[in-house]
């Protein structure tokens, strides 16, 4: 009913920038709040960013100043600038996004992920 598919992904060095893109697609009437988690080995999945339709922002603390997410309505498509990259941020990155589907009916979607692994 909708895919979420990731892009962006890879390996950088400490003090890096990466741009992480997620493209949303299929029987889509409207998205609401999109959004940026991640995952790192042998930890649960955690809130990076988050976006509303109205373009209202909330960041982790540990994000925040460095990270910066965006989204473009009309492309169904979120963001995730990445700069001053830390080694603790390596995670595999993975979009999320409410979707109200054309036949009326609220689903949470997920992207299957992208690798951000910052190393020297």
């Known amino acids: 009913q909708v895919q979420l598919v990731e892009s962006g992904g890879g390996l950088v060095q400490p003090g890096g920038s990466l741009r992480l893109s997620c493209a949303a697609s299929?029987?889509?009437?409207?998205?609401?709040?999109m959004g940026w988690y991640r995952q790192a080995p042998g930890k649960q999945r955690e809130l990076v960013a988050t976006?509303?339709?109205?373009?209202?922002?909330n960041y982790a603390d540990s994000v925040k100043g460095r990270f910066t997410i965006s989204r473009d309505n009309a492309k169904n498509t979120v963001y995730l600038q990445m700069n001053s990259l830390k080694p603790e941020d390596t995670a595999l990155y993975y979009c999320?996004?409410?979707?109200?589907?054309?036949?009326?009916?609220?689903?949470?979607?997920w992207g299957q992920g992208t690798q951000v692994t910052v190393s020297s």
């Open positions: 999320n996004a409410g979707v109200l589907l054309v036949i009326m009916k609220d689903v949470t979607a």
């Open positions: 299929g029987s889509i009437f409207t998205i609401y709040t």
């Open positions: 976006i509303t339709s109205g373009g209202s922002t």
